[in-house]
């Protein structure tokens, strides 16, 4: 049991990664990860994917003990569910509606081309009336994306 916790904190540490940065990023607390690492509990199975995620591993390498090395570089990243159907956007015409308080005067209501994505943003260009305008937005600040068929 300890062998995945040994992975872990190996992983984090040569990633430069505190407890707390973990923690954070998968949304638990620092004595979570604490336990982890020592081995005195497992992670609960729905976040086995998300620790690889973060550390660039494979569930693999995190549940087995016969893979004993990590090689980040051959490591096949898989992406969530999310950042599949955004990666299926990319190239489309799409319109954006924004959050209430987080609305793009630019954009609104304009068809916008995905032109690719890049952590938590979506980079766009949007074809508005003043000529093409090119923006990195923030997802959490849209509320739904319209993918706008040929000829709309």
């Given amino acids: 049991m300890d062998q995945m916790g040994n992975k872990i904190a190996s992983r984090r540490k040569e990633l430069g990664m505190t407890q707390v940065s973990l923690a954070d990023a998968l949304a638990v607390t620092r004595q979570t990860v604490s336990r982890w690492e020592a081995g005195t509990v497992l992670p609960d199975i729905d976040k086995i994917g998300d620790i690889a995620r973060i550390l660039g591993v494979s569930c693999d390498y995190l549940l087995k ?13 898989i992406p969530s569910a999310v950042s599949g159907l955004l990666m299926e956007m990319k190239g489309k015409n799409v319109k954006l509606d924004f959050c209430e308080e987080e609305v793009d005067v630019d954009l609104y209501d304009e068809v916008c081309t995905v032109t690719g994505f890049e952590g938590n943003w979506i980079k766009v260009v949007g074809h508005t009336k003043k000529g093409d305008i090119e923006k990195l937005i923030p997802l959490s600040s849209i509320f739904s994306i319209e993918i706008v068929k040929e000829g709309e």
């Avoid at 003990?65 to 990243?77: F, N, T, V």
Wanted: hydrophobic content about 15%; some cysteine.
């Fill in 65 to 77: 003990d016969e893979i004993e090395e990590c090689d980040p570089a051959s490591e096949k990243q």
